[in-house]
T-cell receptor, first 114, second 112 residues
C-alpha cells in the first residue's frame, strides 16, 4: 500500500461529458502528478502540482485541467470527453530520497468513454 | 524515435532463472531511472531507482545503468511465478521537473 488513494475506481461517461477524478496524496508528500495509461502502453505524464500550483505539463490539451488543495489532495478534470480519453488515470505522489524524487502511484481510476 | 524504449515481450523464463529486462533512452541529460512493476489490472509499483553508473542491488533485484550507452537494465534473480508482470522503465529527463517518461513496458512470464 502506497498511502495514495483515488476515487472513483471505475467510471463510465459519454462522449462530450465532463469528469472529475480525485486523489489523496500520501501524508507528507507535497507533489502530485497525474498520468494517463492507455491499454497496453506506459503511463503518459499529464501534469504535476506542487504547493497548489501547476508545475509542469505534458502534451495534453487544455481540456485536461487540475487542482491541488492545501491538504495536498488533488483533482483531475477532463472536459468534452473523447473516446480516446478511455484509459487508466493514475495519480502519483512524490517524496524526496536524497536528490531523487520517488513517485508512488495510487490504484488508479479506470475511465471508459462511450 | 521514442524517448524510452523497451522490448514489449513477452519474455519467458523458467522458475529460478535470471530474468534480464532492458531499456534504452535517447536523452543524454537524463538524471534518474526507475523500474516499476505492474500486475494486470493494477497500478505501477516502484521496485527501485538508480542514478549513478554501475549496479544497484536490492534483494533479488539489480538495476544496472550505463549512461555512455544510454542503457538501463533490471535483473531479477531466482525468478518466481509471482514475478510475472509488466515491467516499466521510467526516466526523469533533464530539466523536466519530476516528470517521468515511461517506456511501453516488457511483459515477463515466469513458468513453473
Amino acid at each position: 500500500e502506497t498511502g495514495v488513494t483515488q476515487s472513483p475506481t471505475h467510471l463510465i461517461k459519454t462522449r462530450g461529458q465532463q469528469v472529475t477524478l480525485r486523489c489523496s496524496s500520501q501524508s507528507g508528500h507535497n507533489t502530485v502528478s497525474w498520468y494517463q495509461q492507455a491499454l497496453g502502453q506506459g503511463p503518459q505524464f499529464i501534469f504535476q502540482y506542487y504547493r497548489e500550483e501547476e508545475n509542469g505539463r505534458g502534451n495534453f490539451p487544455p481540456r485536461f485541467s487540475g487542482l491541488q488543495f492545501p491538504n495536498y489532495s488533488s483533482e483531475l478534470n477532463v472536459n468534452a470527453l473523447e473516446l480516446d480519453d478511455s484509459a487508466l488515470y493514475l495519480c502519483a505522489s512524490a517524496s524526496a530520497s536524497g536528490s531523487v524524487y520517488e513517485q508512488y502511484f495510487g490504484p488508479g481510476t479506470r475511465l471508459t468513454v462511450t | 524515435q521514442k524517448e524510452v524504449e523497451q522490448n514489449s515481450g513477452p519474455l519467458s523464463v523458467p522458475e529460478g532463472a535470471i530474468a534480464s529486462l532492458n531499456c534504452t533512452y535517447s536523452d543524454r541529460g537524463s538524471q534518474s531511472f526507475f523500474w516499476y512493476r505492474q500486475y494486470s489490472g493494477k497500478s505501477p509499483e516502484l521496485i527501485m531507482f538508480i542514478y549513478s553508473n554501475g549496479d544497484k542491488e536490492d534483494g533479488r533485484f539489480t538495476a544496472q545503468l550505463n549512461k555512455a550507452s544510454q542503457y538501463v537494465s533490471l535483473l531479477i534473480r531466482d525468478s518466481q511465478p509471482s514475478d510475472s508482470a509488466t515491467y516499466l522503465c521510467a526516466v526523469k529527463l533533464d530539466n523536466a521537473g519530476n516528470m517521468l517518461t515511461f517506456g511501453g513496458g516488457t511483459r515477463l512470464m515466469v513458468k513453473p
